[in-house]
């Protein structure tokens, strides 16, 4: 979603390491492409103002500082006003002393505020909570069902009365109570633009059940419109915090970028996929993060957790630091990779990783020959590819849909690939780094990682020049079938 900006703060970045002293008339200069980058993303103007004048602030301190390096303090000066801007702190929700805690959402129609409800419930499952649904909506054909069918994929039951919406909330709040549930979330009405009924009805509800937190959906593809929205619900219903759906989108940005500094509340959960599990709590100083280009790694070391089990992970880890990691490792590796989201969300977490690839087109399809070879092998052919003849390859290219060279070159990298984790284990990344918290699965922790081979050198093990150059392969060192 920030891809543009991103692009542009890079290159601001990068000049400014590059230089030892700032003079006013760079500042100036750096101020310009700063405003620039910010209008592009569909900022709010009074934000970009306010914004840019606190950066110059420090950026002209810097420049009158017997500081090392002000390249560096207008750096960290950029990235503390993202971070302020993006919300500060990152939400916590405490929950009420007399259960049940209240949540009301409320948001225009559209904005995948029903889907949210349904996801903020499967997050409160995950937080060890026991949540219940209240369909309130009863404007939009349609709505209760989708919060049922919803309810029913995340395994959280759902109430409703179809006669009305204010007398639902309020009695969903007390079927709650009957049924020892510690956390309603109430599913109220939009419109497709704001009107003096809907901020009515939803002023009732909210009087009728008080919350202990309002959030308002917000559809992050929206950009100045989200501001105008914000305030008006802001103005009806004091939001506690705010959900962006759909930042998984190609918007530009603006409205996580400006609505926190228009009505002073933070960005509490993001959607980031379209699938139930794709929702998480919102870290602004991991977001200013990955828009700098500096990476996000604890928001990939949170994902990889959930996605792999640990002792199998270690397991893994093991069997590929003493070259026994076999095919059917890689293909459980694989899958549990994906269930971490897209290969390109992934990668834009990655610090260090080169924007060219950043910016690639990659496909998580790309994917799906590899598989498809390793699923047609049989089990002796999975744990030593070395036997696979030609007519073994034949057999698994015809049951894969793809070419016997494809299988070839699998088997080939595969066993280059289980070469370099051998050498890994042997230079000190293996044993030695084995259980560390912190570490990525499948990699056995992050101990020993000074003493493993360099960039290079492992480029040269794989045969190849690096990811992003011409014919380079994807993590992992498979190149996808043509």
């Given at each position: 979603?920030f891809?543009?900006?991103?692009n542009?703060l890079?290159?601001?970045?990068?000049?400014?390491?590059g230089?030892g002293?700032?003079?006013?008339?760079?500042?100036?200069?750096?101020?310009?492409?700063?405003?620039?980058a910010?209008?592009?993303?569909?900022?709010?103007?009074?934000?970009?103002?306010?914004v840019?004048?606190?950066?110059?602030?420090h950026?002209?301190g810097?420049?009158?500082?017997?500081?090392l390096d002000?390249?560096q303090?207008?750096?960290?000066a950029?990235n503390?006003?993202?971070?302020r801007?993006l919300?500060?702190?990152?939400?916590?929700?405490q929950y009420?002393?007399k259960p049940?805690t209240?949540?009301?959402m409320?948001?225009?129609?559209?904005?995948?505020k029903?889907t949210?409800?349904?996801?903020?419930?499967l997050?409160?499952?995950?937080?060890?909570r026991?949540p219940?649904?209240?369909g309130?909506?009863l404007q939009?054909?349609?709505a209760?069902?989708?919060?049922?069918?919803l309810g029913?994929q995340?395994?959280?039951?759902?109430?409703s009365d179809?006669?009305?919406p204010?007398?639902?909330a309020?009695e969903?709040?007390?079927e709650?109570?009957r049924l020892?549930?510690?956390?309603?979330?109430?599913?109220t009405?939009?419109?497709?633009?704001i009107d003096?009924?809907?901020?009515?009805?939803?002023r009732l509800?909210?009087g009728a059940?008080?919350p202990?937190?309002?959030?308002?959906?917000?559809?992050?593809m929206t950009?100045q419109d989200?501001?105008?929205?914000?305030?008006?619900?802001?103005?009806?219903l004091?939001i506690?915090?705010v959900?962006?759906?759909?930042?998984?989108?190609?918007a530009?940005g603006?409205?996580?970028?400006?609505?926190?500094e228009?009505?002073g509340?933070?960005?509490?959960?993001?959607?980031t996929g379209?699938?139930?599990d794709?929702?998480?709590q919102?870290?602004?100083?991991?977001?200013?993060?990955?828009?700098l280009?500096m990476?996000?790694v604890?928001?990939l070391?949170e994902?990889?957790?959930?996605?792999?089990?640990?002792?199998?992970?270690?397991?893994a880890a093991a069997?590929?630091?003493e070259g026994?990691?076999?095919?059917?490792?890689f293909?459980?590796?694989?899958?549990?990779?994906?269930?971490?989201?897209?290969?390109?969300?992934?990668?834009?977490?990655?610090?260090?990783?080169?924007?060219?690839l950043?910016?690639?087109?990659i496909?998580d399809e790309?994917l799906?020959?590899?598989?498809?070879?390793?699923s047609?092998?049989?089990?002796?052919?999975?744990?030593?590819?070395?036997?696979?003849n030609?007519?073994?390859?034949?057999?698994?290219?015809k049951?894969a849909g793809?070419?016997?060279g494809?299988?070839?070159?699998?088997?080939?990298?595969?066993?280059?690939m289980q070469?370099?984790?051998?050498k890994?284990?042997?230079?000190?990344?293996?044993k030695?780094?084995?259980?560390k918290?912190?570490?990525?699965p499948g990699?056995g922790?992050?101990?020993?990682?000074?003493?493993m081979?360099?960039m290079?050198?492992?480029?040269?093990?794989?045969?190849?020049?690096?990811?992003?150059?011409?014919?380079?392969?994807?993590?992992g060192?498979f190149?996808?079938?043509?």
């Amino acid at each position: 979603m920030f891809d543009n900006l991103s692009n542009r703060l890079d290159g601001i970045v990068k000049r400014l390491r590059g230089k030892g002293r700032l003079t006013e008339a760079d500042v100036d200069e750096i101020m310009k492409e700063i405003r620039a980058a910010l209008l592009e993303a569909d900022v709010n103007v009074t934000v970009v103002r306010s914004v840019c004048n606190r950066i110059r602030e420090h950026a002209i301190g810097a420049t009158r500082s017997q500081a090392l390096d002000p390249g560096q303090q207008v750096v960290k000066a950029v990235n503390d006003e993202l971070v302020r801007i993006l919300g500060g702190e990152t939400l916590t929700v405490q929950y009420a002393s007399k259960p049940p805690t209240v949540i009301l959402m409320a948001g225009l129609q559209g904005s995948g505020k029903t889907t949210a409800t349904g996801k903020l419930a499967l997050w409160f499952k995950s937080q060890g909570r026991q949540p219940l649904l209240v369909g309130a909506d009863l404007q939009r054909p349609a709505a209760v069902e989708q919060l049922r069918t919803l309810g029913r994929q995340v395994d959280v039951p759902v109430y409703s009365d179809p006669e009305d919406p204010i007398l639902t909330a309020y009695e969903g709040v007390e079927e709650a109570k009957r049924l020892g549930r510690d956390v309603v979330i109430v599913d109220t009405a939009g419109r497709l633009s704001i009107d003096a009924e809907m901020m009515e009805q939803v002023r009732l509800i909210s009087g009728a059940v008080s919350p202990d937190y309002t959030f308002l959906v917000i559809d992050a593809m929206t950009g100045q419109d989200a501001v105008q929205t914000a305030e008006a619900f802001h103005e009806t219903l004091q939001i506690d915090g705010v959900i962006l759906s759909k930042l998984d989108g190609d918007a530009r940005g603006g409205a996580a970028l400006s609505v926190k500094e228009v009505i002073g509340r933070p960005i509490a959960f993001a959607s980031t996929g379209e699938k139930l599990d794709a929702f998480e709590q919102f870290h602004p100083d991991r977001m200013a993060s990955r828009i700098l280009g500096m990476g996000d790694v604890l928001t990939l070391i949170e994902q990889a957790e959930r996605a792999f089990e640990a002792d199998q992970a270690e397991q893994a880890a093991a069997r590929m630091m003493e070259g026994e990691f076999t095919l059917d490792d890689f293909l459980e590796q694989m899958q549990a990779i994906k269930k971490m989201g897209s290969l390109k969300s992934i990668m834009s977490m990655m610090p260090g990783m080169p924007k060219e690839l950043k910016n690639a087109e990659i496909d998580d399809e790309m994917l799906v020959p590899i598989e498809a070879m390793i699923s047609s092998m049989t089990a002796e052919e999975r744990a030593r590819p070395q036997i696979i003849n030609g007519s073994r390859r034949g057999r698994i290219a015809k049951g894969a849909g793809v070419e016997p060279g494809e299988v070839n070159r699998l088997v080939k990298q595969f066993g280059d690939m289980q070469k370099m984790m051998k050498k890994m284990g042997m230079t000190g990344g293996g044993k030695k780094g084995k259980g560390k918290r912190g570490g990525f699965p499948g990699l056995g922790g992050l101990g020993g990682m000074k003493d493993m081979p360099d960039m290079a050198e492992l480029q040269e093990m794989m045969g190849q020049g690096g990811p992003g150059a011409p014919g380079g392969q994807l993590p992992g060192g498979f190149n996808p079938p043509r």
